[in-house]
């Protein structure tokens, strides 16, 4: 069984930056497609960023393009989010997901649904 555990968030004022991490254990990092969705109040879980497990392929939703960015460390095990020049209408409690694979592939996967596995979630409050 996977276990995703992410930290990180916290309250920041906007324009500063915070770096999301989630820890993958019970397997290996490297055979995980990864995902990053997020939930503000009153509003559905919406896709935010992920990366194929072969790491040759990145997506990212439309609203956080040129300021979140999503890498891994197989090494550490360890799924990142950086999140640049926060805005107050990033507020959310942030999700890692993770996709097990039997290869090496080079597929993104952006719905709730192609993923199984779920970490508990992180705050992220951004102040004006």
């Known amino acids: 069984q996977v276990q995703l555990v992410e930290s990180g968030g916290g309250l920041v004022q906007a324009g500063n930056s915070l770096r999301l991490s989630c820890a993958v254990s019970?397997?290996?990092?490297?055979?995980?497609?990864m995902g990053w969705f997020r939930q503000a109040p009153g509003k559905e879980r919406e896709f935010v960023a992920a990366?194929?497990?072969?790491?040759?392929?990145?997506s990212y939703a439309d609203s956080v393009k040129g300021r979140f960015t999503i890498s891994r460390d197989n090494a550490k095990s360890t799924v990142y989010l950086q999140i640049d020049n926060l805005k107050p209408e990033d507020t959310a409690v942030y999700f890692c997901?993770?996709?097990?694979?039997?290869?090496?592939?080079?597929?993104?996967?952006?719905?709730?649904?192609?993923?199984?596995?779920w970490g508990q979630g992180t705050q992220v409050t951004v102040s004006s």
């Open positions: 997901a993770a996709r097990l694979t039997l290869f090496s592939e080079s597929y993104l996967y952006t719905e709730e649904i192609e993923y199984a596995y």
């Open positions: 019970g397997r290996s990092l490297s055979s995980c497609a």
């Open positions: 990366m194929s497990v072969s790491g040759n392929k990145i």
